[in-house]
């Protein structure tokens, strides 16, 4: 399994900027996918971006041409990149590994398919 720290949230005014990091430990992790989810109180988690194994991302349609993920992979950190924020991207961002070497370069974002989970940071916009 794989631990997962986030870093990086905070509050913010519209139209603001934020990068999220996620510190990852644990064996095999720099060959996992990884994702953000989102949630707000009362709805369900959602995903909001991920990066395969090779690179390859895929994002949410609410955060296409806003948000950027990337990896460090020496450093074993996978980071958020938030512009243009808008009050619905308000939630607490959770990072998340898919510990399946199988699914590594698939481009799914369903929180059912990952694996290991960070404990959340907080993103408020106003």
């Known amino acids: 399994h794989v631990q997962l720290v986030e870093s990086g949230g905070g509050s913010v005014q519209a139209g603001g900027s934020l990068r999220l990091s996620c510190g990852a430990s644990g064996d095999g992790h720099s060959r996992y996918r990884m994702g953000w989810f989102r949630q707000t109180p009362g709805k369900e988690r959602e995903g909001v971006a991920e990066?395969?194994?090779?690179?390859?991302?895929n994002y949410a349609d609410s955060v296409k041409g806003r948000f950027t993920i990337s990896r460090d992979g020496v450093k074993n950190r996978v980071f958020l990149q938030m512009a243009s924020l808008k009050p619905e991207d308000t939630a607490m961002y959770y990072c998340?590994?898919?510990?399946?070497?199988?699914?590594?370069?698939?481009?799914?974002?369903?929180?059912?398919?990952?694996?290991?989970w960070g404990q959340g940071t907080q993103v408020t916009v106003s």
């Open positions: 990066i395969a194994s090779d690179g390859r991302t």
């Open positions: 998340a590994a898919d510990s399946s070497l199988t699914r590594a370069n698939w481009l799914l974002l369903e929180e059912r398919f990952y694996t290991d």
